[in-house]
DNA sequence: TGGTCTAAAAGTCAAATCCA
DNA sequence: TGGATTTGACTTTTAGACCA
């Protein structure tokens, strides 16, 4: 451009190029750089390609500075450039074209003979792995590669191996890398290899008794069967086997299937039946006494959860104490709830039953039971006991002989139980109460025979029995049983009471206000809608952080302001300006821990005498309240100025750093609640023949249903949509709902509860 | 480990331009 | 008019921040 302008040759690029080509100059390789353009009457910075020419000086290349104007994007505004380049004569452009890191990646994989994890593919392109995790990301986004995991039944969606997801460009390379059987880790694949090497080798189906001794088996084969789709499970006489498809013959199969029918599983399972049969006995009795009246605690409920198939599973299954990875399994769980002195103040004794018909039952099976009840954080107390109001129960079908020595006696197993504080229960008890409630005699394993010899396919046991023993009609059915789902456990956290300038502390954050009553002084102050902001300074240097201890960048402007503090300052950033509401820290010392309107007090003084007037540093207002009734119409008007919501705070409570405290409580007025799809339906008679969709919340950990939605959209059964709140009719029904959003990121588990409407609607202020 | 989002760099394409 | 080069608009790819 500047020869241009010296010559006043418009046609000076392709002379220039020539003059090049021949040899009279040297010219760097393109550099790009931003220069104005006026387009349509307005400025921008547009990207042009440039040159720089010099005069040919032999054939070597001249290393040379040079400086030129451009625009940096990231500071914003116009920057010259001075930087050393290199001067060359002219080379007629090779065609080379540069392989990219993606193309690196496909071709990786497709001369791979199976699909890939990315930590393998990251291995043979030698790039990063997280480089190669972006750009494979990018890759299937243009569907130039696919990737596979495997569809966890449990979960019913695809979710990945222990090593991520598979890779490939052509599907028989994911077949091909399963056949390889190393996908799967640790014990799983053990098992797996066990099943191949018995089917290969030894040509023989495994059993399930050979492979697992303990409960966890059904989660490993489940795995197993869904990633490995070879393996094969075949039931016979109620035992388990697996074999691997394509390796042994149909007749090696039918072979030892008859042998297996003939010698070995009938035992076995007719065993572990009766012993399940057991406890559907007793719970099944439980549940007529119950009924009847005579059972002396009014509303006892078994404690279930659903199973996978969605039928209820009464054994219960606790998180271990020592491991809570792994679990203990119990028989059943009775809860009784007693009401003694009031039906607000009620205690629970819970009664864990272990039921042995038969097998393994003596002293030391006892004391592992009780160990596993000390093992679990809902039976044991933090001293490894068993908690008082626990209750072992154990179900004996006969009365043992008296073996076991205690001092210079010798006792029985159920006198030795009842010694320990254990409570003793026998089939037989049960079976009398059934013979007097029928008039017919009950032998529990007479009635477990003969359904096994006969009907056994047809229908369940437990079925059985309630058409055997309650002419098909299950006592109490559901009436006391309530579902426990499980809690998660809760991170403790140490408390923050001291402070270094510099280091970041977890901001206190606040929690629901659902316009409970104002009883402790308190203050209220308006929420404003911008990014936390902890604000350090000390010896000149002023560093704010983020919410998550991010820096957020500082204007000189402030830095000027804060610089000859020694403060932290706890506050919000909005656009430039800075609105602060708390002091955590002033001249050497730490004042978390001074009450609330102490330290706002200071804040206000601070404020007054060095930030007054300032447009970048302003002080959060704070008004005083007595009642909610204050609140709500300090809250309308607060609304109506602009602002996002309030923050309610009591006067005399400390900074906690880092904790939800219900010391501090927000409110924004507009509210949603997550409501999920119960049934759909298409409305024939209305002429646009909406989607109605019954939406419910929970209620006590059913559905209820509360609105009917009907859209021209239809939304799938148990999909999650979220509501406008406004308020609830006499018959529990949500009022004037403007609109519907899909909520595909939560699960059906995550919506409201009925409680959780009421007590918005409470906070809702007409 | 999985993923999303954004900015910027790198690359592509075809029209415009220039010269012989 | 043909070939070389420039140019601007556009697309593709990479890097890096952030999140669960």
Redesign the pocket.
């Known amino acids: 451009s500047e020869l241009r302008i010296a010559t006043k ?10 003059m ?2 021949k040899g009279y100059l040297f ?1 760097t390789d ?1 550099i ?1 750089a931003y ?1 104005p ?1 006026n ?1 349509k009457g307005k400025w921008h910075w ?6 720089f020419y010099m005069q040919a000086n032999g054939f070597a290349p001249v290393l040379k500075e040079i400086s030129y104007r451009t625009f ?3 500071r914003g505004r116009e920057v010259i450039i001075k930087q050393e380049i290199l001067f060359h004569k ?1 080379e ?2 090779k065609v080379t ?9 496909v071709e990786a994989i497709r001369n791979s003979d199976v699909a890939l ?3 393998e593919i ?1 291995e043979k392109v030698d ?5 190669v ?10 569907k ?1 590669i696919s ?1 596979k ?1 495997w569809f966890n039944p449990n979960q019913g969606r695809e979710s ?1 191996f222990k ?3 598979l ?1 490939y460009v052509k599907p028989e390379q994911y077949a091909k890398r399963l056949q390889l059987r190393d996908v799967i880790d640790g014990r799983k694949k053990d098992v797996s290899e066990i099943i191949h090497l018995n089917s290969e080798v030894q040509r023989r189906m495994t059993p399930k008794t050979e492979l697992f001794e303990d409960t966890r088996s059904e989660d490993i084969m489940r795995e197993l069967l869904a990633v490995y789709r070879d393996i094969e499970r075949i039931e016979i006489s109620g035992e388990t086997f697996y074999y691997i498809r394509g390796i042994l013959s149909s007749e090696e199969i039918e072979k030892q299937k008859v042998y297996w029918e003939r010698n070995k599983s009938k035992k076995t399972s007719l065993h572990t039946g009766l012993g399940h049969g057991a406890e559907d006995f007793f719970q099944l009795s439980t549940d007529a006494m119950c009924s009847d009246g005579v059972f002396g605690i009014p509303e006892p409920w078994w404690e279930y959860t659903i199973s996978q198939s969605g039928e209820k599973r009464y054994n219960v299954r606790k998180r271990r104490r020592d491991d809570p990875r792994r679990i203990h399994e119990f028989d059943r769980v009775l809860h009784c709830p007693l009401m003694p002195f009031s039906t607000k103040n009620v205690k629970d004794i819970i009664l864990v039953f272990e039921a042995k018909y038969r097998r393994r039952m003596d002293k030391e099976y006892w004391d592992t039971f009780i160990t596993k009840l000390k093992n679990t954080y809902e039976f044991g107390t933090n001293d490894g006991l068993v908690k008082f109001n626990v209750v072992p129960v154990v179900v004996l079908s006969w009365q043992g002989r008296e073996d076991i020595t205690v001092g210079d006696k010798k006792v029985s197993l159920a006198k030795y139980i009842t010694m320990q504080g254990g409570l003793v229960l026998f089939l037989t008890e049960f079976e009398r109460y059934l013979k007097e409630k029928t008039g017919q005699s009950i032998y529990f394993k007479k009635m477990f025979k003969e359904w096994f010899r006969g009907i056994r396919e047809e229908k369940t046991f437990t079925q059985y029995m309630i058409d055997c023993l309650f002419g098909g009609v299950r006592p109490n059915p559901g009436k006391y049983e309530i579902k426990v789902v499980e809690k998660k456990e809760k991170k403790t956290k140490e408390p923050t009471t001291s402070i270094a300038v510099g280091n970041f502390v977890q901001p206190m954050l606040c929690q629901e206000y659902f316009g409970t009553s104002i009883e402790k002084p308190s203050f209220l102050e308006p929420k404003i809608d911008g990014i936390r902001c902890q604000i350090h300074c000390k010896d000149g240097e002023v560093k704010a952080f ?3 201890g ?2 957020i960048k500082l204007k000189q402007e402030v830095i000027d302001v804060l610089k000859n503090f020694e403060a932290v300052f706890d506050g919000e950033k909005v656009a430039d300006t800075f609105h602060l509401f708390d002091l955590l820290y002033y001249k050497g010392k730490t004042v978390i821990e001074k009450p609330y309107a102490h330290r706002r007090d200071f804040l206000e003084r601070v404020g007054k005498k060095y930030f007054e007037g300032l447009d970048m540093i302003k002080i959060v207002p704070r008004f005083e309240v007595r009642d909610s009734d204050q609140v709500e119409e300090l809250m309308k008007s607060i609304v109506k100025s602009g602002y996002e919501g309030i923050v309610i705070k009591e006067a005399a409570s400390v900074y906690e750093a880092g904790r939800r405290s219900s010391f501090w409580l927000k409110k924004k007025p507009q509210r949603t609640v997550d409501l999920f799809v119960v049934s759909v339906e298409k409305d024939e008679k209305r002429t646009q023949k909406p989607w109605v969709h019954e939406l419910a919340c929970w209620d006590k950990g059913n559905p209820m249903v509360v609105f009917k939605h009907s859209t021209t959209e239809k939304h799938e059964v148990d999909s999650v949509l979220e509501l406008t709140f406004i308020g609830l009719t006499k018959n529990n029904r949500l009022r004037h709902i403007r609109e519907a959003i899909p909520r595909d990121d939560k699960t059906k588990y995550e919506c409201n509860s009925l409680d959780d409407l009421k007590k918005i609607e409470a906070s809702v202020s007409e």
């Open positions: 040759i418009n046609t000076l690029d392709s002379r220039l190029t020539d090049w080509k010219a393109i790009h220069r353009v387009r547009s990207k042009t390609r440039q040159r940096d994007a990231k002219y007629r452009k074209k540069k392989v990219s890191v993606g193309d690196n990646i994890f990315s930590d990251s790039h990063a792995p997280k480089k995790r972006t750009t494979i990301n990018y890759l299937l986004q243009n130039k990737k995991g990945w090593k991520g997801f890779y983020s919410r998550r991010k820096d």
